[in-house]
């Protein structure tokens, strides 16, 4: 996009200017506070200079400190470079000379943590009750944590036995199976979300978030049962852009911890986390024979080369390689030994010496 197609900016503070910015891109809340984050890292570690009076060498410097001195992982060297670029070319307009001279760390290829089906099986009953169909709906329909969480009541078919996943990663809506096993307890979490939305309605509280414009366009849209949570929160919170008080979903800490603990419980040695069950969805399916593109549909992945990762994980040659340990003769008895060839050679001279004599 050329910077003379962008409305001026409004704002006078420079983070307010980059939040403005991020908002008209249409990013997602995380990406502006994660770009705000490391905007106002790279003026405080530049002595609060504005970054228009900066260039090449300082993000340079900025980014060899977070490398060196805080030792940020790869992707997070990436991201706080591409914060710094969205600042100069789509707040300050600056042309950036320089772009090509400054070091990008190379993506690292790492597999992703799998549990096994007995893992699995071991790990569901631990969960405590309260995220417990949570759990179960990551691994059985292969949701991304926030996908699962903004789960709308309008999103859910049962005829159908399917779920709308709205807006997931990279603005995309996909179809994901309803597991058979989890229909009676969805329609229980549907009864309480729906006891929780009619004792808001009755206080009249605002409603809940609606994306984009929807709120100006169907005003009382926000307040409907449609729209609202499947997995609402306990308790209202302020709306951290609008400033309004409402209900939002469930936070995905609280589900984190829980699969956490639930871990310990099981005695899982591997390190589990909402994504490590959407790891072992996938992985399971090709196990199950389910063709990489279906999997590839019901994961919501842009590119095939994506859900390729899983089939390093089932066709590694580690899995079916024998071990040269596992392959040698077995061990020598006593008597094969430099110890017990000593002891048969001393009888065989005492015999031949009592012989003789």
Known sequence: MKPTSRPPLR??????????????????????????????GFVRYSGLRHPRDMGGAEVAAYLSHLAAQRRVSASTHRQALAALLFLYRHVLDVELPWLEEIGRPPARKRLPVVLSRDEVARLLPKVAPDCSVIARLLYGSGLRILECLRLRIKD???????????????????????PEQLRADLRDQVAGARAV??????????????????????????ESWSWFWLWPARDLALDPRSGVRRRHHRHEDAVGRALTRAAAAAELAKRVTAHTLRHSFATHLLESGVDIRRVQELLGHSD?????????????????????????????????????????????????????H
């Open 304 to 356: 095939v080369s994506t859900t390729m990762i899983y089939t390093h994980v089932l066709r590694s040659g580690a899995a079916g390689t024998v071990s040269p340990l596992d392959v040698l003769p077995p061990e020598p008895s006593l008597a094969d030994t430099a110890l017990g060839s000593g002891h048969l050679r001393v009888r065989e001279l005492a015999a031949s010496y009592f012989t003789l």
């Open 11 to 40: 704002s006078a503070r420079l983070l307010d200017q980059l939040r403005e910015r991020i908002r008209y891109s249409h990013y997602s809340l995380r990406t502006e506070q994660s770009y705000v984050y490391w905007v106002r």
């Open 156 to 178: 859910l078919d049962f005829d159908r036995r399917v779920l709308i996943v709205r807006d997931g990663k990279g603005g995309k809506d996909r179809v994901v199976m309803l």
């Open 197 to 222: 939305w009619a004792a808001d309605r009755a206080r009249s509280h605002d409603g809940v978030w609606l994306p984009d414009a929807l709120a100006r366009k169907y005003p009382r849209a926000g």
